[in-house]
T-cell receptor
Framework: AQSVTQPDIHITVSEGASLELRCNYS??????LFWYVQSPGQGLQLLLK??????LVQGIKGFEAEFKRSQSSFNLRKPSVHWSDAAEYFC???????????FGSGTRLQVQP | GAGVSQSPSNKVTEKGKDVELRCDPI?????LYWYRQSLGQGLEFLIY????????KSGLPSDRFSAERTGGSVSTLTIQRTQQEDSAVYLC??????????????FGAGSRLTVL
């Protein structure tokens, strides 16, 4: 069965600093990969997804993620964080034949002024 | 509708009572999912509906949990004889298509359940 690990429960960065949130997955074939963001009291919003092709994908709000098959990783990055980026970020994996996505436990991002 | 709508947004109940949580998916979305988000945990899959197919109930934690989807649209998640460990945010999502892991889910804002 597939699994998703987000090793960092909580990260604090200064506004304007760069950000990288880690995600590792366990799945035999090429997975479908997603990053979602959840602001307080809100549902989850899709940031970006990877299905195939170029391993560097661009998303909304200036985020990008890179699929590295050799490392089973799909890390999320942003060159300059804004205070409004403070939220919880979830990595998710989908696989062929299984309809439901498997989510990681999330990383809570705090942004310092 | 424009988005996935869930009600109630907050529900406080006493241990042992039954609760119903409602989800109204995006019009035209054939797939509907329920997830549970407990404090400090990720999202736990509960159940999946796709069109007229039999639902995938593999994530339901006990027989106190059930869900139905009427007319291929609105869904109700029912928790019978609630326990304190049922306290969580219950998230509903919908998507077009189904049967693959490539579905892009659109989530509602969730129903926060507190069992006293």
């Amino acid at each position: 069965a597939q699994s998703v690990t987000q090793p960092d429960i909580h990260i604090t960065v200064s506004e304007g600093a760069s950000l990288e949130l880690r995600c590792n997955y366990s799945y035999g074939a090429t997975p479908y990969l997603f990053w979602y963001v959840q602001s307080p009291g809100q549902g989850l919003q899709l940031l970006l997804k990877y299905f195939s092709g170029d391993t560097l994908v661009q998303g909304i709000k200036g985020f990008e993620a890179e699929f590295k098959r050799s490392q089973s990783s799909f890390n999320l990055r942003k060159p300059s964080v804004h205070w409004s980026d403070a939220a919880e970020y979830f990595c998710a994996v989908g696989e062929t034949g299984r309809r439901a996505l498997t989510f990681g436990s999330g990383t809570r991002l705090q942004v310092q002024p | 509708g424009a988005g996935v709508s869930q009600s109630p947004s907050n529900k406080v109940t006493e241990k042992g009572k039954d609760v119903e949580l409602r989800c109204d998916p995006i019009s035209g979305h054939t797939a509907l999912y329920w997830y549970r988000q407990s404090l400090g945990q990720g999202l736990e899959f509960l159940i999946y509906f796709q069109g007229n197919s039999a639902p995938d109930k593999s994530g339901l934690p006990s027989d106190r949990f059930s869900a139905e989807r009427t007319g291929g649209s609105v869904s109700t998640l029912t928790i019978q004889r609630t326990q304190q460990e049922d306290s969580a945010v219950y998230l509903c999502a919908s998507s077009t298509g189904g049967g693959t892991g490539a579905n892009v889910l659109t989530f509602g804002a969730g129903s926060r359940l507190t069992v006293l």
